[in-house]
Nanobody, 124 residues
Framework: QVQLVESGGGLVQAGGSLRLSCAAS????????MGWFRQAPGKEREFVAG????????YYADSVKARFTISRDNAKNTVYLRMNSLKPEDTAAYYC?????????????????WGQGTQVTVSS
């Protein structure tokens, strides 16, 4: 089994930056991709960014493209989400997730293991 633990959330002013981390433990070699999702109160969980473990290929939601950067450190089994130029609309609980059957997928149901989430709040 694989476990995911997120960290790095917090309160930041608009225009500021944060870096989220997602540490994976367990049978990580069986995983094909990692994704970051977010969920604001009253809204559905949405895809933010994803990365493939083997070659580092990435994919972003249009809303965060050019502001957020996803990366992975295979040696540490950790995925990062660097968030720059944060906006109040980026406020949400951020979750990392992993899939063993798909590449970088944007659909929630394609990820079978999830972390507990970390809160990001951007003040205006």
């Amino acid at each position: 089994q694989v476990q995911l633990v997120e960290s790095g959330g917090g309160l930041v002013q608009a225009g500021g930056s944060l870096r989220l981390s997602c540490a994976a433990s367990g049978r990580t070699f069986s995983r094909s991709a990692m994704g970051w999702f977010r969920q604001a109160p009253g809204k559905e969980r949405e895809f933010v960014a994803g990365v493939r473990w083997n070659d580092g290929a990435t994919y972003y939601a249009d809303s965060v493209k050019a502001r957020f950067t996803i990366s992975r450190d295979n040696a540490k089994n950790t995925v990062y989400l660097r968030m720059n130029s944060l906006k109040p609309e980026d406020t949400a609980a951020y979750y990392c997730a992993t899939t063993a059957r798909w590449g970088i997928a944007t659909e929630v149901y394609k990820y079978d293991i999830w972390g507990q989430g970390t809160q990001v709040t951007v003040s205006s």
